[in-house]
């Protein structure tokens, strides 16, 4: 059996959606004063916390050069502190400063989160599931081509 029209249309409706995604977080970074990418890598550190730069550059996928590039630029802005760590010494941990990173980011997103809140508002519990069953399923492909991808 072959792949609907519709299901093709959906795909490259989800395409769209993901390349419009990638303009807005640039847009959103130029405003704050860091590159799209920059500031979705912030964000990795806002959810996990305090970690080292190889669990950054492991979670990015970037190098450990380019992660201390990233780190320089975000001790630079004061979004981050270096510290050491207190059992390995040798090892440094990059501590997020929340309070910090939420000012300089919340003014620039608060609308669109409560446009979002109010869209899946609008669906019913039914269509709610699916959405998360397309989120959670997307998620999974796009993990599993990533390891694909590193392997």
């Known amino acids: ?14 395409q769209q959606f993901a390349y419009t995604s990638i303009q807005m977080h640039e847009s959103i ?8 990418t920059d500031h979705k890598y912030l964000g990795f550190l806002v959810q996990k916390g ?3 730069a190889g669990e950054l550059a ?3 996928g970037l190098t450990t050069g380019a ?3 990233l780190i320089d630029r975000f001790e630079k802005k004061k979004l981050v502190r270096r510290q050491p760590d207190k059992d390995d010494r040798r090892k440094i ?5 929340n309070a910090r990173i939420a000012q300089l980011i919340i003014p620039q ?19 709610l599931k699916t959405l998360e069953k397309y989120f959670r399923s997307a998620l999974e492909i796009m993990n599993t081509k990533i390891e694909k991808i590193k392997s």
């Open 29 to 36: 970074g130029r405003k704050i004063g860091l590159s799209g």
């Open 58 to 60: 492991v979670i990015t």
């Open 67 to 69: 992660v201390t590039g």
């Open 93 to 97: 941990i990059i501590v997020p400063d």
């Open 109 to 127: 997103y608060q609308d669109f989160q409560d446009n979002t809140d109010q869209l899946f508002a609008s669906f019913s519990p039914e269509e």
């Open 1 to 14: 059996m072959g792949i609907s029209e519709e299901a093709i249309q959906l795909r490259k409706l989800s």
């Open 50 to 52: 305090s970690m080292t």
